[in-house]
């Protein structure tokens, strides 16, 4: 059993500025980091395999830069690293970027069945959570988006169960192999590399993957397959801070200015209702 999980390069958000000329953001000298929510896939991937055995593959589609992600998923027990890097692959959206990350599962699965592919729940710097269900319809998988617990595997009836996170409310649900998982950060934190781990990702070969290997049809990849156009993006401006309720002159006087504010409008109500009143009964 081959789990494949998806991982992206993002800079950390922290220090994320958008240039207002180009309304792009501003990447030079930011420092990149692993989509957290795909760290959190890639823990319970290497999890399932540890308990049922088979493999962890985690891929990327990005720029070169992108095997310093790769490696830290090695070092935290993926088994494999896949860098699908290529000219013509740039300016994808969300509708190329699944195209092309399908392909490539696509070719794990010809030298190794992938039963189970894991994606974040979103991109922190995207933030579409397109790529997981788009990846999901190329594939035909079964797509289980928002898991917060993996019950347990069948392997026998080749099923899975998850806890997914709805409204409000939790479902668990049994699916059949192969499944799309996006998930949520509540499946449980990555656990530190240790020191074999970290040799093991310094030395691992990472296969890099272009448009040819793929086979991918030109017209679906890169700025050609991607027909969102991004119109403007900004920064909302800055939240004003709330009312400050000084406990200095006493802590009485700021409780009475906290009611006054937080029951302002029901008191205007009131003296309104109060003196309608008043008037039917003075006429
Ligand atoms: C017109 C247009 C042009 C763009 N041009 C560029 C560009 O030149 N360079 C650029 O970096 N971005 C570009 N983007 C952004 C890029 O399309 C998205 O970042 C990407 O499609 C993923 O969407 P998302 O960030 O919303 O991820 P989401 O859908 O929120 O991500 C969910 C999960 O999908 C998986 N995933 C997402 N992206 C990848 C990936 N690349 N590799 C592996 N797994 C992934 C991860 O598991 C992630 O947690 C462009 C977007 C548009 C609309």
């Known amino acids: ?27 030079a000298g930011v420092e990149s980091i692993c989509n957290p929510y795909d760290l959190v896939a890639v823990e319970a991937a290497v999890k399932i395999t540890e308990k049922y055995g088979g493999s962890v593959s985690v891929i990327t589609m990005g720029i070169p830069s992108a095997e310093v992600q790769l490696r830290e998923c090695l070092s935290l027990g993926a088994h494999q690293a896949i860098l699908v890097s290529d000219r013509a692959l740039a300016g994808a959206d969300t509708l190329a970027t699944s195209y092309t990350l399908a392909s490539a599962i696509q070719k794990l699965n010809e030298i190794d069945p992938v039963q189970i592919v894991m994606c974040g729940k979103q991109a922190i710097d995207g933030d579409t959570a397109q790529t997981g269900p788009g990846i999901a319809t190329r594939l ?42 996006t998930v949520e950060l509540e499946l449980g934190a990555a656990r530190y590399a240790t020191l074999p781990g970290l040799i093991k990702a310094i030395k691992h070969e990472i296969k890099v993957w272009g448009a040819k290997e793929l086979s991918c049809t030109a017209e679906k990849c890169g700025l ?29 006087q700021a409780v009475n200015s906290l009611l006054d504010t937080l029951f302002q409008k029901e008191a205007a109500i009131m003296s309104e209702i109060l003196s309608n009143d008043s008037k039917v009964k003075n006429a």
């Open 1 to 27: 059993m081959q789990i494949v999980c998806c991982v992206k390069q993002v800079p950390d958000t922290t220090q994320v500025k958008i240039d207002p000329a180009t309304n792009t953001l501003v990447r």
């Open 224 to 252: 050609k397959g991607s027909p969102t156009s991004v119109k403007t993006i900004f920064a909302p401006p800055p939240r004003k801070g709330g009312p400050v309720y000084d406990t200095t002159e006493g802590m009485d």
């Open 140 to 181: 035909g998988f079964t797509q289980l988006t928002y898991v917060s617990q993996i019950i347990g595997l069948d392997i026998q009836k080749q099923t899975i169960t998850v806890r997914r996170e709805i409204e409000n409310a939790s479902q668990i649900i049994e699916a059949k192999l192969p499944v799309m998982l």
